[in-house]
């Protein structure tokens, strides 16, 4: 809707970039506040998140290139415009996600345990993420006539784009034909993981139930908003895109690894109690 916020001379500074340093921004505070709340020095949630940022950054737009391979193709300078948009959450997360694991591993810290200090700022940076997709026009769901809303042509946003190259508007056009505002929703779900996060909190039963819950809750939000989603990706089975079954791969795996803490923290607490 706002692709750009304002510009200095010739230089424009993008609300999607805007966005997503805001949501790093809130979510170290979060985690380094968490992490105190733990017992845990914060200042170890600083050099973690250069890690999971450099993660995220690269990982989203390694994974954003791979699905758009045809734009990128005819003009790879464009692969190093990050303020322009083009993150897939996805890949970035798992980079990440591998990167803060080593990072974790290599200095001895209790592994879940940080997972479960970050989770809710995952929720939390994933929803201000998502309201930079909407501003910047990416994203975006399918077309609908009665839920949609209408994109304006006003600095060529990704969704007017698309449609001009698959011949749904014409080069005149001043709005986009109305799609799904999926943004909005995926954003809306973040705040609610969020929420359920930190209600959680209180009711945490070992470490890495936080963290999984979140895998959980995040995988399911997910899968079903990629039904209203338009999406690029080819459809493997019983009309379900990739993301959709990494998706119902994400959720089985936190469910076995729930089960699995699950039951350990339960040996530790007998061992305890006959010592």
């Known amino acids: 809707m706002h692709r750009i916020l304002f510009s200095i001379g010739s230089f424009y500074i993008y609300s999607y970039g805007v966005m997503i340093a805001l949501a790093f921004i809130v979510g170290i505070l979060l985690a380094m506040k968490e992490a105190k709340r733990k017992g845990e020095n914060p200042e170890r949630i600083v050099d973690l998140s250069l890690f999971v940022i450099l993660g995220g950054i690269i990982g989203g737009r390694v994974g954003h290139v791979i699905l758009h391979l045809d734009y990128y193709a005819q003009n790879w300078i464009r692969i190093f415009y990050f303020r322009q948009g083009g993150l897939a959450f996805l890949s970035g997360f798992i980079l990440a996600f591998l990167l803060g694991s ?26 201000i993420a998502r309201i930079g997709c909407f501003l910047n026009g990416c994203c975006f769901g399918v077309v609908s006539e ?18 001009l190259t698959d011949g749904l508007i014409t080069s005149s056009s001043s ?4 799609v799904i505002p999926t943004q909005l929703y995926s954003s809306l779900k973040g705040f609610l993981i969020f ?22 809750f995040y995988s399911m939000g997910r899968f079903i908003v990629e039904f209203f989603r338009f999406s690029e990706e080819d459809y493997l089975f019983y009309n379900l895109n990739l993301t959709q079954i990494f998706c119902l791969g994400s959720f089985c795996l936190a469910l076995i690894l729930m089960n699995l803490l699950k039951r350990r923290g339960q040996g530790i607490r007998k061992d305890i109690k006959e010592i």
Do not use: C, N
């Open 146 to 163: 009665k839920y949609g809303i209408r994109f304006p042509s006003l600095h060529q946003p990704p969704v007017y784009l698309r449609q």
């Open 195 to 216: 929420l359920i996060l930190i209600w959680l909190q209180k009711k945490e039963r070992y470490d890495g139930f936080l963290f999984l819950s979140f895998l959980l």
């Open 175 to 178: 709005h986009t034909l109305p």
């Open 102 to 127: 080593w990072y974790v591993k290599h200095h001895k810290l209790p592994f879940w345990k940080y997972t479960d200090i970050a989770a809710p700022s995952i929720a939390l940076g994933l929803a």
